[in-house]
C-alpha cells in the first residue's frame, strides 16, 4: 500500500500458525518532515495469522521528534506495549545495541575498499575528485598532466593517481558532507613521496587539520570530530617540482562519516573478512587461521585441521594445507644468564605465524642446559655484578680491540669516546625495539615478508622500530638478506628505512645480500623503522648504532674544529659564544677588540666597535672618537625606539620604500643578527595566484598566501665620520657631516652581502626613519653578483658633540653701562645649550664704534682748522687789497708812513664803514665829510696796488 512505501523498514512475510496477539505489534519509521522535524510511527503485526473473524485493529500512526539520538554502535528502535484488545497502545523510542558482526556509526555512512565501494559509481554524494597544475602565477585545471584522484585494486583503495613525473599539481578529493548532530570524520592513509615537497594534506572547511606528512608507510588512522552543519573536507595532495620518490602517491582505505543522521535503524553487517563483537561501531579482521564465512557476513570461522590461513582471510577457500615444518620452522631461544655460573638455558619455539604440520615434520628439539652465556657487546667487559653480565666501559673511556686483556681507557683530551650498541643476537627483542607489525625473531636475524604476504592475504607492511637518543652526531650500520618467494616485482616488493618518517635510501628487496651504512645522525632523539612491504623475505642481520646512550666504545674519534672535550671526554661539545678552537683541544677566549663569529677563529672588530675579553660580537663604543667625538649610544638607542609611527619587529624596523621593504636593526646581538635586511617574496611565481574554487566556496577564488623571508645584508659592523662643512662654507648651520654605517658579511649567495648608511647631521631631525632614502646599488665585484644595499637617512643624534670652537657670541644692547651676551652655534653639533651673560660696556658702543666716531670727530676738527686758516687767509687777502686800495684813494705819505686823504685829516673809515663804500666797483663815491676822485697816477701801477704787501 501507499502508506507503507513511507516505511525505513519493514520486515518480511513470516509464515505463522499462531493467531495475531498484542505481543505481535511491532513499529516502524516513516521519512522525516523537516518542516515540523518530526516522523511518522506505523504499527504492523510479525509472525502471526490475523483471527479473520475477530482481527486486530491496529492503532493509527504516532508522531515522534526526528532528533531522537543513538549513538555509535546502536541504532533506534521502538519499545511497543499493548493490551490484548489493543485498546491501549503505548511506544517508546529506545536505542538498542548492534549483534556481533554488525555495526552502526550512530547516523553516518561510509567508503570502504573492504566492499569496494572505491569504485566511481559507489561514490556517495557530494564526493568528487578534480586535479590542478600551475602554468605561470594561475592554476588550470587538469595542467601540466595532472591525475585526478582514482580507485586501483578493485577498488580496495583509492590513490592521489599517476603524478610521478609530473610537477606543480595538486590533486585533490572533495567530499560536502551534512551533519545533523555532532559527529566525526575518520579515515585510514597512506603516502610515499619526496621528503619536504610532495604530500597529503586535509582540511576541513578550508583549515589545515593534518599538516603535510610526506611518509607515512603504513596505514594510519586519523579522526576529527566535527560540529553540526555543512562541511567541506578535502584530502590533497601536493607536487611541487623538484622531484619524485617512491611511488609519488597517497593512498585512502577508508573514510567515515559520522552525524549526518541523528540515528540509524538497522545495523550494517561487516565486510568479509572481518568481525565484530555487540555494540561495536567498526569491524575488525578475522584473526590467523580464521576465515570469514562468506554466507555470513562478520562471523568468523576456524579453518579445518591441517590447514591456515592469514589475518583477514575470507571464505574456507583461504584455508591453506599446512606444510610439514622443517628446522627452519623454529628458532632458538635462551633464558638469562646464570651469572654464577655463566651458563643460561636453551629453548626452541616455532617461528610466527606458525604454519607447518608437526605431525609429519619434525618436532622442537628438547631444552639444552648449561649453554655459555651470550658473549659481551664490543666496548663492554664480562661483569658478574651486571644484570646482564656485561658492563660498558664508564663514559670517555674505551676498550680497545685486538688486544690481548684489554682495560677501560680514558680518551685523551681532544677526543671523545663513541659508543655503539650492536643488535647481533635475535633471540629476544632488544631494549627499544617495537615490532609494529609482521616481524618474526630467528636466533641470528629478524625477518618479516614472505609468505604471510602472498596473494595479497596480508595489506600494508611489515614494520620494526627502534627508538633511541644519538648523544652525539652519530651512524647507523646494518646488513640484510632478500630472498626470492614468488618472483620480485618492483611495483609490489619493496624494503625501506626511515629516520623519524624521511626515508634515507631508495633500498631494493630483489634477491642478495646487502650492507646499508647511514652517517651524520644528528644528536637527539630518534626513531629508525625498517619497513617491508610485498612477498619476498627480508632477513636483518647485524644492526649497528653509532653515538648513542648505553653501548659501549672501542674507540676515541678527534673533536673538530670549535669544539672541546668535556671534562669526562664523553662528548665534543661546542665554544661558549666568543670562544675559538682552532684544533679542537681547547677552548680559548678573543682577545679584546675582537670577536668570534664562529667558534673556529677571533676577527678583529670593526671601525668605530669594540669587544672586551671573550666576545661573540662587537658592539659600537659609546664614544665614536675621530675628528670630533659622537655619541653613538644615543643614535643606537633611537634603533631600538623608532617610535608609535614605525613598525618594530624581531629583525628591525621594517621601512617600505617603493615596492620593496626593508628591515633595520643596527643591533648587534649574540650570534651575529641581521644588521640590515630586505624583506623578501619567497614564491613569486605562485604568491597570489588564483586556485579555481567550487559552488560551495560561493564561486570566489581562492589565492596562495606570499612566503616572506628576511635576507641579511651582513651581520658585521664598522663606522667611521663624514666630514662636516666649514663653517664659512655651510649654508645650512643645523645640517651637515655625520656617520657612515659599512655593513658586511651578509648573505651572498642569496643576492646581497653588503649594506652601507649614511647617517647625515640634521639637528631638525628627531625621527630618522621618515627621512631613509634608498641610494643607486654599487657596482657588483667580480666574484659575487650581490648589490650592495645602500640608504641615506639624518638625524640629531648623529652629530657630533660641539666643542668651543663651535660657539659664537651675540652682543646686546648696552644699557646702562651693561651689555648681555648669548651664546650660538656656527655648526651642527650637539650639546646643551650654554647660558648667557652680562658684561660692562661704555655709552652703549663698542670699542670699534667709539673708534670710528673719535676718527670722525678728528676728522671733522680737521676740516674745521683747516676751513678757518683757509678763511683767514683770505680775510686776510681781503684786507691787504682794501688796505691799497685806500692808499690809493686817500694818498700814500712815503716819509710818514701814513695814509690820510687828501685834503682832509680825518682818520681812515672803519671796518663797517669800508663795507658801505663798495671798493671795487668802480663808482664815485661823495660823503658830507669829505670828497675823493680816484685819478690816475704815474707813479702808482697795478702791480703796486695787487703786488707784495708794502714794507710798514
Same mark, same amino acid.
Given at each position: 500500500?501507499?502508506?507503507?512505501?513511507?516505511?525505513?523498514?519493514?520486515?518480511?512475510?513470516?509464515?505463522?500458525?499462531?493467531?495475531?496477539? @498484542?505481543?505481535?505489534?511491532?513499529?516502524?519509521?516513516?521519512?522525516?518532515?523537516?518542516?515540523?522535524?518530526?516522523?511518522?510511527?506505523?504499527?504492523?503485526?510479525?509472525?502471526?495469522?490475523?483471527?479473520?473473524?475477530?482481527? /486486530?485493529?491496529?492503532?493509527?500512526?504516532?508522531?515522534?521528534?526526528?532528533? %531522537?539520538?543513538?549513538?555509535?554502535?546502536?541504532?533506534?528502535? $521502538?519499545?511497543?506495549?499493548?493490551?490484548?484488545?489493543?485498546?491501549?497502545?503505548?511506544?517508546?523510542?529506545?536505542?538498542?545495541?548492534?549483534?556481533?558482526?554488525?555495526?552502526?556509526?550512530?547516523?553516518?555512512?561510509?567508503?570502504?575498499?573492504?566492499?569496494?565501494?572505491?569504485?566511481?559509481?559507489?561514490?556517495?554524494?557530494?564526493?568528487?575528485?578534480?586535479?590542478?597544475?600551475?602554468?605561470?602565477?594561475?592554476?588550470?585545471?587538469?595542467?601540466?598532466?595532472?591525475?585526478?584522484?582514482?580507485?586501483?585494486?578493485? !577498488?580496495?583503495?583509492?590513490?592521489?593517481?599517476?603524478?610521478?613525473?609530473?610537477?606543480?599539481?595538486?590533486?585533490?578529493?572533495?567530499?560536502?558532507?551534512?551533519?545533523?548532530?555532532?559527529?566525526?570524520?575518520?579515515?585510514?592513509?597512506?603516502?610515499?613521496?619526496?621528503?619536504?615537497?610532495?604530500?597529503?594534506?586535509?582540511?576541513?572547511?578550508?583549515?589545515?587539520?593534518?599538516?603535510?606528512?610526506?611518509?607515512?608507510?603504513?596505514?594510519?588512522?586519523?579522526?576529527?570530530?566535527?560540529?553540526?552543519?555543512?562541511?567541506?573536507?578535502?584530502?590533497?595532495?601536493?607536487?611541487?617540482?623538484?622531484?619524485?620518490?617512491?611511488?609519488?602517491?597517497?593512498?585512502?582505505?577508508?573514510?567515515?562519516?559520522?552525524?549526518?543522521?541523528?540515528?540509524?535503524?538497522?545495523?550494517?553487517?561487516?565486510?568479509?573478512?572481518?568481525?565484530?563483537?555487540?555494540?561495536?561501531?567498526?569491524?575488525?579482521?578475522?584473526?590467523?587461521?580464521?576465515?570469514?564465512?562468506?554466507?555470513? +557476513?562478520?562471523?568468523?570461522?576456524?579453518?579445518?585441521?591441517?590447514?591456515?590461513?592469514?589475518?583477514?582471510?575470507?571464505?574456507?577457500?583461504?584455508?591453506?594445507?599446512?606444510?610439514?615444518?622443517?628446522?627452519?620452522?623454529?628458532?632458538?631461544?635462551y633464558t638469562d644468564c646464570d651469572l654464577a655460573s655463566n651458563t643460561r638455558t636453551m629453548f626452541f619455539n616455532w617461528t610466527l605465524p606458525h604454519i607447518c604440520n608437526e605431525t609429519n615434520g619434525v618436532s622442537l628439539p628438547p631444552r639444552r642446559e648449561n649453554q655459555a652465556c651470550e658473549p659481551c657487546q664490543p666496548g663492554e667487559y664480562s661483569d658478574r655484578t651486571s644484570p646482564t653480565g656485561c658492563t660498558p666501559c664508564n663514559?670517555?673511556?674505551?676498550?680497545?680491540?685486538?688486544?690481548?686483556?684489554?682495560?677501560?681507557?680514558?680518551?685523551?683530551?681532544g677526543q671523545e669516546s663513541v659508543e655503539e650498541v650492536y643488535y647481533e643476537y635475535w633471540y629476544k627483542w632488544p631494549q627499544g625495539y617495537t615490532n609494529l607489525a609482521g616481524w618474526v625473531l630467528h636466533e641470528d636475524y629478524a625477518y618479516a615478508g614472505g609468505l604471510s604476504n602472498v596473494n595479497g592475504q596480508r595489506k600494508g607492511a611489515a614494520q620494526l622500530e627502534l627508538r633511541t637518543y644519538f648523544r652525539q652526531s652519530g651512524?647507523?650500520?646494518?646488513?640484510?638478506?632478500?630472498?626470492?618467494?614468488? !618472483?620480485?616485482?618492483?611495483?609490489?616488493?619493496?624494503?625501506?628505512?626511515?629516520?623519524?618518517?624521511?626515508?634515507?635510501?631508495?633500498?631494493?628487496?630483489?634477491?642478495? @645480500?646487502?650492507?646499508?651504512?647511514?652517517?651524520?645522525?644528528?644528536?637527539?632523539?630518534?626513531?629508525?623503522?625498517?619497513?617491508?612491504?610485498?612477498?619476498?623475505?627480508?632477513?636483518?642481520?647485524?644492526?649497528?648504532?653509532?653515538?648513542?646512550?648505553?653501548?659501549?666504545?672501542?674507540?676515541?674519534?678527534?673533536?673538530?674544529?670549535?669544539?672541546?672535550?668535556?671534562?669526562?671526554?664523553?662528548?665534543?661539545?661546542?665554544?661558549?659564544?666568543?670562544?675559538?678552537?682552532?684544533?679542537?683541544?681547547?677552548?680559548?677566549?678573543?682577545?679584546?677588540?675582537? +670577536?668570534?663569529?664562529?667558534?673556529? @677563529?677571533?676577527?678583529?672588530?670593526?671601525?668605530?666597535?669594540?669587544?672586551?675579553?671573550?666576545?661573540?660580537?662587537?658592539?659600537?663604543?659609546?664614544?665614536?672618537?675621530?675628528?670630533?667625538?659622537?655619541?653613538?649610544?644615543?643614535?643606537?638607542?633611537?634603533?631600538?625606539?623608532?617610535?608609535?609611527?614605525?613598525?618594530?619587529?624581531?629583525?628591525?624596523?621594517?621601512?617600505?620604500?617603493?615596492?620593496?621593504?626593508?628591515?633595520?636593526?643596527?643591533?648587534?646581538?649574540?650570534?651575529?643578527?641581521?644588521?640590515?635586511?630586505?624583506?623578501?617574496?619567497?614564491?613569486?611565481?605562485?604568491?597570489?595566484?588564483?586556485?579555481?574554487?567550487?559552488s560551495e566556496y560561493g564561486g570566489q577564488n581562492c589565492s596562495i598566501i606570499p612566503e616572506y623571508d628576511y635576507i641579511s645584508a651582513g651581520s658585521e659592523l664598522s663606522i667611521s665620520e663624514i666630514t662636516q662643512f666649514e663653517p664659512s662654507t655651510n649654508p645650512n648651520p643645523s645640517r651637515g657631516g655625520g656617520l657612515e654605517f659599512a655593513i658586511s658579511s651578509g648573505s651572498a649567495e642569496a643576492g646581497c652581502s653588503s649594506g652601507?648608511?649614511?647617517?647625515?647631521?640634521?639637528?631638525?631631525?628627531?625621527? $630618522?626613519?621618515?627621512? %631613509?632614502?634608498?641610494?643607486?646599488?654599487?657596482?657588483?665585484?667580480?666574484?659575487?653578483?650581490?648589490?650592495?644595499?645602500?640608504?641615506?637617512?639624518?638625524?640629531?643624534?648623529?652629530?657630533?658633540?660641539?666643542?668651543?670652537?663651535?660657539?659664537?657670541?651675540?652682543?646686546?644692547?648696552?644699557?646702562?653701562?651693561?651689555?648681555?651676551?648669548?651664546? +650660538?652655534?656656527?655648526?651642527?653639533?650637539?650639546?646643551?645649550?650654554?647660558?648667557?651673560?652680562?658684561?660692562?660696556?661704555?655709552? !652703549?658702543?663698542?670699542?670699534?664704534?667709539?673708534?670710528?666716531?673719535?676718527?670722525?670727530?678728528?676728522?671733522?676738527?680737521?676740516?674745521?682748522?683747516?676751513?678757518?686758516?683757509?678763511?683767514?687767509?683770505?680775510?686776510?687777502?681781503?684786507?691787504?687789497?682794501?688796505?691799497?686800495?685806500?692808499? /690809493?684813494?686817500?694818498?700814500?705819505?712815503?716819509?710818514?708812513?701814513?695814509?690820510?686823504?687828501?685834503?682832509?685829516?680825518?682818520? $681812515?673809515?672803519?671796518?663797517?664803514?669800508?663795507?658801505? $663804500?663798495?671798493?671795487?666797483?668802480?663808482?664815485?663815491?661823495?660823503?658830507?665829510?669829505?670828497?675823493?676822485?680816484?685819478?690816475?697816477?704815474?707813479?702808482?701801477?697795478?702791480?703796486?696796488?695787487?703786488?707784495?704787501?708794502?714794507?710798514?
Amino acid at each position: 500500500p501507499p502508506l507503507l512505501s513511507l516505511l525505513f523498514f519493514l520486515p518480511a512475510t513470516v509464515a505463522a500458525s499462531q493467531p495475531c496477539s @498484542s505481543s505481535d505489534v511491532k513499529a516502524g519509521f516513516g521519512q522525516c518532515d523537516h518542516a515540523t522535524d518530526t516522523r511518522k510511527i506505523f504499527f504492523y503485526l510479525e509472525g502471526c495469522i490475523q483471527n479473520s473473524s475477530s482481527p /486486530l485493529v491496529l492503532p493509527p500512526p504516532q508522531t515522534i521528534s526526528c532528533k %531522537v539520538k543513538c549513538p555509535p554502535g546502536q541504532v533506534l528502535t $521502538m519499545n511497543v506495549s499493548a493490551s490484548d484488545d489493543l485498546s491501549t497502545l503505548s511506544a517508546t523510542p529506545a536505542c538498542q545495541d548492534c549483534a556481533a558482526g554488525t555495526i552502526s556509526l550512530g547516523g553516518g555512512y561510509s567508503v570502504s575498499g573492504e566492499l569496494s565501494e572505491w569504485e566511481h559509481d559507489k561514490w556517495p554524494s557530494g564526493m568528487e575528485a578534480w586535479c590542478i597544475g600551475r602554468r605561470g602565477n594561475h592554476w588550470v585545471l587538469n595542467a601540466n598532466g595532472c591525475d585526478n584522484w582514482r580507485p586501483e585494486l578493485n !577498488g580496495t583503495i583509492i590513490t592521489s593517481g599517476n603524478n610521478k613525473g609530473k610537477h606543480d599539481i595538486m590533486s585533490a578529493l572533495r567530499l560536502v558532507v551534512v551533519l545533523k548532530k555532532k559527529g566525526y570524520v575518520s579515515f585510514r592513509y597512506q603516502v610515499e613521496a619526496q621528503h619536504n615537497s610532495d604530500g597529503l594534506e586535509f582540511t576541513i572547511n578550508s583549515v589545515i587539520r593534518m599538516g603535510f606528512r610526506a611518509n607515512q608507510p603504513t596505514w594510519k588512522e586519523r579522526r576529527f570530530e566535527l560540529q553540526p552543519g555543512s562541511h567541506v573536507l578535502q584530502w590533497m595532495y601536493w607536487k611541487d617540482n623538484t622531484g619524485d620518490f617512491g611511488k609519488d602517491q597517497a593512498s585512502l582505505e577508508i573514510i567515515e562519516i559520522s552525524g549526518t543522521e541523528y540515528a540509524e535503524f538497522e545495523c550494517a553487517k561487516c565486510p568479509g573478512g572481518t568481525k565484530s563483537i555487540e555494540g561495536s561501531s567498526a569491524c575488525v579482521s578475522c584473526g590467523d587461521d580464521e576465515y570469514a564465512s562468506e554466507a555470513h +557476513y562478520g562471523q568468523c570461522l576456524p579453518c579445518p585441521p591441517d590447514t591456515y590461513s592469514f589475518a583477514g582471510a575470507v571464505g574456507m577457500g583461504s584455508c591453506l594445507p599446512r606444510p610439514d615444518c622443517e628446522e627452519v620452522d623454529y628458532s632458538k631461544n635462551y633464558t638469562d644468564c646464570d651469572l654464577a655460573s655463566n651458563t643460561r638455558t636453551m629453548f626452541f619455539n616455532w617461528t610466527l605465524p606458525h604454519i607447518c604440520n608437526e605431525t609429519n615434520g619434525v618436532s622442537l628439539p628438547p631444552r639444552r642446559e648449561n649453554q655459555a652465556c651470550e658473549p659481551c657487546q664490543p666496548g663492554e667487559y664480562s661483569d658478574r655484578t651486571s644484570p646482564t653480565g656485561c658492563t660498558p666501559c664508564n663514559a670517555g673511556h674505551y676498550l680497545p680491540t685486538g688486544v690481548a686483556n684489554p682495560t677501560c681507557t680514558q680518551c685523551p683530551q681532544g677526543q671523545e669516546s663513541v659508543e655503539e650498541v650492536y643488535y647481533e643476537y635475535w633471540y629476544k627483542w632488544p631494549q627499544g625495539y617495537t615490532n609494529l607489525a609482521g616481524w618474526v625473531l630467528h636466533e641470528d636475524y629478524a625477518y618479516a615478508g614472505g609468505l604471510s604476504n602472498v596473494n595479497g592475504q596480508r595489506k600494508g607492511a611489515a614494520q620494526l622500530e627502534l627508538r633511541t637518543y644519538f648523544r652525539q652526531s652519530g651512524a647507523v650500520k646494518f646488513t640484510y638478506q632478500a630472498l626470492d618467494v614468488q !618472483g620480485f616485482d618492483p611495483q609490489v616488493d619493496s624494503f625501506g628505512f626511515f629516520i623519524d618518517g624521511v626515508p634515507q635510501k631508495e633500498m631494493t628487496a630483489a634477491e642478495g @645480500s646487502y650492507e646499508i651504512t647511514i652517517e651524520n645522525v644528528e644528536p637527539g632523539h630518534h626513531t629508525l623503522l625498517w619497513n617491508v612491504k610485498g612477498r619476498n623475505l627480508i632477513r636483518l642481520h647485524r644492526v649497528i648504532v653509532i653515538g648513542v646512550d648505553g653501548g659501549g666504545a672501542t674507540s676515541c674519534a678527534d673533536c673538530p674544529p670549535g669544539t672541546e672535550s668535556s671534562p669526562d671526554r664523553s662528548s665534543c661539545i661546542a665554544c661558549q659564544p666568543g670562544h675559538v678552537s682552532h684544533t679542537g683541544d681547547f677552548c680559548e677566549p678573543c682577545p679584546e677588540n675582537t +670577536y668570534a663569529a664562529t667558534p673556529a @677563529s677571533c676577527l678583529p672588530c670593526g671601525a668605530g666597535t669594540q669587544s672586551g675579553k671573550g666576545a661573540s660580537h662587537c658592539a659600537p663604543e659609546k664614544m665614536l672618537e675621530g675628528t670630533r667625538s659622537y655619541q653613538l649610544e644615543a643614535l643606537l638607542n633611537s634603533f631600538r625606539n623608532p617610535g608609535p609611527k614605525h613598525t618594530n619587529t624581531s629583525k628591525g624596523v621594517e621601512i617600505k620604500i617603493g615596492e620593496e621593504t626593508y628591515a633595520f636593526s643596527l643591533r648587534p646581538t649574540v650570534g651575529g643578527g641581521a644588521l640590515l635586511s630586505e624583506k623578501r617574496l619567497m614564491n613569486p611565481s605562485s604568491a597570489y595566484a588564483q586556485v579555481p574554487a567550487k559552488s560551495e566556496y560561493g564561486g570566489q577564488n581562492c589565492s596562495i598566501i606570499p612566503e616572506y623571508d628576511y635576507i641579511s645584508a651582513g651581520s658585521e659592523l664598522s663606522i667611521s665620520e663624514i666630514t662636516q662643512f666649514e663653517p664659512s662654507t655651510n649654508p645650512n648651520p643645523s645640517r651637515g657631516g655625520g656617520l657612515e654605517f659599512a655593513i658586511s658579511s651578509g648573505s651572498a649567495e642569496a643576492g646581497c652581502s653588503s649594506g652601507l648608511i649614511k647617517m647625515i647631521c640634521d639637528l631638525d631631525v628627531t625621527d $630618522m626613519f621618515s627621512s %631613509v632614502q634608498k641610494l643607486n646599488s654599487s657596482t657588483p665585484s667580480a666574484n659575487s653578483t650581490c648589490q650592495s644595499l645602500d640608504f641615506e637617512m639624518a638625524s640629531m643624534y648623529a652629530c657630533p658633540l660641539c666643542t668651543t670652537e663651535d660657539w659664537g657670541q651675540a652682543n646686546g644692547d648696552c644699557k646702562a653701562g651693561k651689555q648681555k651676551v648669548t651664546w +650660538y652655534k656656527t655648526r651642527a653639533c650637539i650639546a646643551d645649550s650654554r647660558s648667557s651673560f652680562t658684561k660692562n660696556c661704555s655709552l !652703549g658702543y663698542s670699542p670699534l664704534v667709539i673708534g670710528l666716531l673719535c676718527a670722525s670727530v678728528v676728522l671733522a676738527v680737521g676740516l674745521a682748522a683747516g676751513l678757518a686758516y683757509y678763511l683767514y687767509r683770505l680775510r686776510k687777502r681781503y684786507n691787504d687789497v682794501h688796505s691799497k686800495y685806500v692808499i /690809493l684813494r686817500d694818498g700814500y705819505d712815503k716819509n710818514s708812513f701814513s695814509m690820510v686823504p687828501n685834503g682832509t685829516d680825518n682818520l $681812515m673809515p672803519d671796518d663797517e664803514e669800508e663795507a658801505e $663804500m663798495g671798493i671795487g666797483e668802480g663808482k664815485q663815491r661823495h660823503d658830507d665829510d669829505a670828497k675823493f676822485t680816484i685819478e690816475d697816477d704815474d707813479d702808482l701801477k697795478e702791480d703796486d696796488i695787487l703786488g707784495e704787501e708794502p714794507e710798514v
